[in-house]
Nanobody, 116 residues
Framework: QVQLVESGGGLAQPGGSLRLSCAAS????????MGWYRQTPGKQRELVAT???????NYADSVKGRFTISRDNAKNTVDLQMNSLNPEDTAVYYC??????????WGQGTQVTVSS
């Protein structure tokens, strides 16, 4: 089993920044890719960014150039730096860990609200 705990959500003004963090514990050796997804009411959860154990990143088009995902394998953490936030970024953000067997683990989610 893997446990993922997010932190760092909250309220930001348009154009502002927030940083999300996710700490993994448990059978972390099995985790290959880690990432962030987000979900708004009535919509499917969507990919925001992912990062492999080796550091290869992938971003949704909507966040490219504004968000940066990073990972510390020694600390078992993955962060998401979010800049130039806009109201469309408002969502519950979930940390994800995927094993080499494609088993998914999820955090409890953290709310990000972008509003003036």
């Amino acid at each position: 089993q893997v446990q993922l705990v997010e932190s760092g959500g909250g309220l930001a003004q348009p154009g502002g920044s927030l940083r999300l963090s996710c700490a993994a514990s448990g059978n972390i050796v099995s985790i290959n890719n880690m990432g962030w997804y987000r979900q708004t009411p009535g919509k499917q959860r969507e990919l925001v960014a992912t990062i492999t154990r080796g550091g290869t990143t992938n971003y949704a088009d909507s966040v490219k150039g504004r968000f940066t995902i990073s990972r510390d394998n020694a600390k078992n953490t993955v962060d998401l730096q979010m800049n130039s936030l806009n109201p469309e970024d408002t969502a519950v953000y979930y940390c994800n860990g995927k094993t080499v067997l494609n088993q998914n683990y999820w955090g409890q989610g953290t709310q990000v609200t972008v509003s003036s």
